[in-house]
């Protein structure tokens, strides 16, 4: 069972706007920075955001991130086919001294 | 760039170790704040931290599996490893090295975690 919880799916149809929420507590996204991964299964995983709302060089700004209290937004817009992958939100947890990982959401575009 | 690709049997019986290594190319494994990180992924489930080593012995564990891990690193070969005792079924997975740092920012008191870079991922089977 994943420490941080997240919506098992989201679609919509291209070029519409899709949220995944990812829920933790005060030992984790509570108090530190999260950080979203992009998943196309058989492929490395792609880090897409970091420092809750950062882009590393390459990744477009049609992704963006938030994060309040405990909880933290990854928003994808002007959806793509190419989109259609598994997002993980991830942040350290200061009660296992380690990583942690949301249970991840497929992204269908409709 | 860095790229990482991990190596080992795909299938282990219950009860053995599943041994994987992960080759390290295109940088150094030694050096640096980056530690070295196993993750995995059981079918249909979400990304589970296994554990993280860093070039000069420094370790963090899953608890939950501290028990039954082992990691080293070999800085001559740029490679580092995993050992997990006493498998079972629960531990048929996709398996992924990967590279990851974490620290504060300047003027904040929170961590930064981040994998930066990951291997494509070993499938590993347990089973008789």
């Known amino acids: 069972q994943s420490v941080l919880t997240q919506p098992p799916s989201v679609s919509a149809a291209p070029g519409q706007r899709v949220t995944i929420s990812c829920s933790g507590h005060g030992s984790n996204i509570g108090n530190n920075y999260v950080s979203w991964y992009q998943h196309l299964p058989g492929t490395a995983p792609t880090l897409l955001i970091y420092e809750n709302d950062k882009r590393p060089s390459g990744i477009p700004d049609r992704f963006s991130g938030s994060k309040s209290g405990t909880s933290a937004t990854l928003a994808i817009t002007g959806l793509q086919t190419g989109d259609e992958a598994d997002y993980y939100c991830g942040t350290w947890d200061y009660r296992l001294s380690l990583g942690v990982f949301g249970s991840g959401t497929k992204v269908t575009v409709l | 760039q860095v790229q990482l690709q991990e190596s080992g049997p795909g299938l282990v019986k219950p009860s053995q170790t599943l041994s994987l290594t992960c080759t390290v190319s295109?940088?150094?494994?030694?050096?640096?704040?980056?530690?070295w990180t196993w993750v995995r992924q059981p079918a249909g489930q979400g990304l589970e931290s296994i554990g993280r080593i860093h070039a000069g012995g420094n370790t963090n564990y899953n608890p939950s599996l501290k028990s039954r891990v082992a990691l080293s690193v070999d800085t001559s070969k740029n490679q580092f490893f995993l050992k997990l005792s006493s498998v079972t079924a629960a531990d048929t997975a996709v398996y992924f090295c990967?590279?990851?740092?974490?620290?504060?920012?300047?003027?904040?008191?929170?961590?930064?975690?981040?994998?930066?870079?990951w291997g494509k991922g070993t499938t590993v089977t347990v089973s008789s």
């Open positions: 990967a590279r990851d740092i974490n620290g504060q920012v300047l003027g904040s008191p929170d961590l930064y975690y981040n994998i930066d870079v």
């Open positions: 295109g940088g150094s494994i030694s050096g640096g704040s980056y530690y």
